[in-house]
């Protein structure tokens, strides 16, 4: 059973930019699939991007394409989410979340078995 650490939340003027880390321990994070989720205030939470184990496969919502960038290093049980170009309406709680049943994209939520404690990202405008 892997768990999951977010870190690299904070406060950043609209523009600019954040770098958040979801470090694995527990398992070897090569065999899930992973995603960022964020929660805004009063809103559901909902997928950010997913990037497959293999790093083949990435998913944006249409919200953050062109701006966030999600990545992983196995050898160092690490996905990234790059975060450019801030705006205002970024700021949440983001969570990482992994899967291990092999069955690709993965939109919702419920279907992931794994999750991290949450990063808090404040975008000022």
């Known amino acids: 059973q892997v768990q999951l650490v977010e870190s690299g939340g904070g406060l950043v003027q609209a523009g600019g930019s954040l770098r958040l880390s979801c470090a694995a321990s527990?398992?070897?994070?090569?065999?899930?699939?992973v995603a960022w989720f964020r929660q805004a205030p009063g809103k559901e939470r909902g997928i950010v991007a997913y990037?497959?184990?293999?790093?083949?496969?990435?998913y944006y919502v249409d919200s953050v394409k062109g701006r966030f960038t999600i990545a992983r290093d196995n050898a160092k049980n690490t996905v990234y989410l790059q975060m450019n170009s801030l705006k205002a309406e970024d700021t949440a709680v983001y969570y990482c979340?992994?899967?291990?049943?092999?069955?690709?994209?993965?939109?919702?939520?419920?279907?992931?078995?794994?999750w991290g404690q949450g990063t808090q990202v404040t975008v000022s405008s």
């Open positions: 990037i497959s184990r293999s790093g083949d496969t990435k």
């Open positions: 979340a992994a899967d291990g049943k092999m069955k690709g994209l993965l939109l919702r939520q419920s279907e992931y078995d794994y």
């Open positions: 527990g398992g070897s994070f090569r065999w899930y699939d």
